[in-house]
T-cell receptor, first 112, second 115 residues
Framework: DGGITQSPKYLFRKEGQNVTLSCEQN?????MYWYRQDPGQGLRLIYY???????QKGDIAEGYSVSREKKESFPLTVTSAQKNPTAFYLC???????????FGPGTRLTVL | AQSVTQLDSQVPVFEEAPVELRCNYS??????LFWYVQYPNQGLQLLLK??????LVKSINGFEAEFNKSQTSFHLRKPSVHISDTAEYFC?????????????FGTGTRLQVTL
């Protein structure tokens, strides 16, 4: 079945550690996105990539980094520079038309 | 630039009652509009979308939304809700023109259906 997978579902890290969240899609979509979700704030765009080896900052990119070496994969690294990293992180992808976005199941990151 | 306002953060409703979840948007260009649903600890699923044509769009599970350009609204309605409709609902907008390929989401409305 085609879809988007995110791993792990739950992730715990100590403050000051970098952590990488995985996102893989087998939908053959060109564009991929990372969102952060906090209670009462909806979804906020962290980074997005329209093609391989290219990505752009979203609205809240500070403290995060990404790479897009393969069409299927768009990992997100939460660095120690991110002031408040505890959140639910959602990955999404879309076709070249960028209309409908398909979402993964999310990763809940808790920094202790 | 564009923005989405969902004024109701929570909407409690009894099963089999009708419900309306409100969504208003602001944009300097014409838009595409979407409603997504999120069940607890899951990702978002597309519920319905307005791209062009008929301003009334419907989902397979009984929800409908109407694009009202003059009022810049895209309210979501269901004539009779079920317990399984309990979830968080997000309205989203995307401009038809411009370089940005991103969706702008509202803050969400939590629909709580009880017996």
């Amino acid at each position: 079945d085609g879809g988007i997978t995110q791993s792990p579902k739950y992730l715990f890290r100590k403050e000051g550690q970098n952590v990488t969240l995985s996102c893989e899609q087998n939908l053959n979509h060109d564009a991929m996105y990372w969102y952060r979700q906090d209670p009462g704030q909806g979804l906020r765009l962290i980074y997005y990539s329209q093609i391989v080896n290219d990505f752009q900052k979203g609205d809240i990119a500070e403290g995060y980094s990404v790479s897009r070496e393969k069409k299927e994969s768009f990992p997100l690294t939460v660095t120690s520079a991110q002031k408040n990293p505890t959140a639910f992180y959602l990955c999404a992808s879309s076709t070249g038309g960028h209309l409908e976005q398909f979402f993964g199941p999310g990763t809940r990151l808790t920094v202790l | 630039a564009q923005s989405v306002t969902q004024l109701d953060s929570q909407v409690p409703v009894f099963e089999e009652a009708p419900v309306e979840l409100r969504c208003n948007y602001s944009s300097s260009v014409s838009v595409y509009l979407f409603w997504y649903v999120q069940y607890p600890n899951q990702g978002l699923q597309l519920l319905l979308k307005y791209l062009s044509g008929s301003t009334l769009v419907k989902s397979i599970n009984g929800f409908e939304a109407e694009f009202n350009k003059s009022q810049t609204s895209f309210h979501l309605r269901k004539p009779s809700v079920h317990i399984s409709d309990t979830a968080e609902y997000f309205c989203a907008v995307k401009g038809r023109t411009g370089t940005a390929s991103k969706l702008t989401f509202g803050t969400g409305t939590r629909l709580q259906v009880t017996l």
